[in-house]
């Protein structure tokens, strides 16, 4: 499944030529383009924060479309085989190591790391399906900024939020929309997706489970254009949350005060934590490489098409 989306949605790439001219030559101006375009698609990264979540993370690995791009697996010091399930069941996946503790350090050296275009944030534990990433990506395509999961929407839902969790969001929720002129029907559902171009603005710098508030917030202080998506949340596969509704939930107010009284920071990379990367293994630097070739291949069989 290819979750960048359709080329038709885009404007196409290259030159644009002249009506007429013989039939032949169009038609390979036209197979020109559509292979172009369909490499300048935008690529996607998934972000996958984790702290001992060996068991969960073979289903969280099934269910990533193939057409995400990028995966980066935060690890925050787990104690099981995070680290060595991560290598043997996507021995492409970049593994990151976070330098401080919590979800949003870890989300934060994720994002620093992220290649990709548009960046996807995704829960280890399986509660977040990655086979809604499509469902993301298409409003992005169609010109959205920043796109939000939704619970609260009709096709959404959760089989793991409790009845006080779900009053605590919804309080936070209207005290958002009403201090910051939005109408989200989620605020700390963490499963988000954006351009890369928008971090600056984002500007991660918290260690805890605020981390999804504040980034809802900035989006919208910043004025990017925010889309929601109906998102079913599911159960923790395996474990215990870390989650804690008391605790968090006075972060999370602390944070929206916060946000309300102190100006959007100023766009740049001094959010960007020192983070560490584990080396990839010499098998998965030559299969990139054999990629690349591939792909450098097709660039010059296409380049006379491009060209005429």
């Known amino acids: 499944m290819d979750v960048r989306g359709d080329a038709r949605l885009r404007p196409r790439a290259g030159r644009r030529h002249a009506a007429g001219g013989e039939q032949s030559a169009r038609s390979r101006r036209h197979a020109g383009r559509e292979r172009r375009d369909y490499r300048n698609r935008p690529t996607v990264t998934a972000v996958v924060p984790t702290l001992n979540e060996a068991d969960n993370l ?3 690995f099934a269910r990533i479309p193939s057409g995400v791009n990028e995966l980066i697996v935060v690890d ?5 085989a995070t680290i060595e ?3 043997r069941l996507r021995p492409d996946a970049r593994i990151v ?11 934060a050296c994720g994002l620093a790391a992220a290649r990709g275009d548009i960046i996807v944030m995704l829960d280890a ?5 990655p086979a809604e990433i499509p469902r993301f990506i298409a409003p992005l395509i169609q010109g959205a900024d920043f796109v939000k999961g939704s619970r609260h929407m009709e096709g959404g839902g959760s089989a793991d939020l409790t009845r006080l ?3 605590g969001n919804h309080a936070l929720g209207t005290c958002v929309n009403l201090l910051f002129g939005t109408h989200y029907t989620d605020l700390c559902y963490g499963y988000n997706a954006f351009w890369r171009r928008c971090l600056p603005q984002l500007h991660v710098t918290c260690d805890g489970f605020e981390v999804e508030t504040i980034i809802n917030v900035r989006a919208a202080k910043a004025g990017f254009k925010v889309t929601e998506v109906a998102s079913y949340e599911q159960c923790r596969i395996h474990g215990l949350s870390n989650l804690n509704a008391w605790r968090d939930g006075k972060r999370v107010l602390r944070s929206i005060v916060r946000e309300r009284i102190v ?10 934590p020192e983070y560490s990367e584990l080396g990839v293994p010499a098998s998965v630097t030559a299969l990139t490489d054999a990629r690349k070739q591939r792909t450098a291949a097709e660039s010059v069989e296409v380049a006379p098409a491009l060209s005429s």
């Open 58 to 60: 073979p289903h969280v």
């Open 76 to 80: 925050g010091h787990s104690t099981d």
């Open 85 to 87: 399930v991560t290598r």
């Open 97 to 107: 190591l976070q330098n401080r503790r919590g979800k949003g350090n870890a989300l």
């Open 125 to 129: 534990d399986g509660s977040t399906d």
């Open 165 to 167: 969790r779900s009053f």
């Open 263 to 272: 100006p959007l920071p100023v766009p740049g990379d001094g959010w960007k």
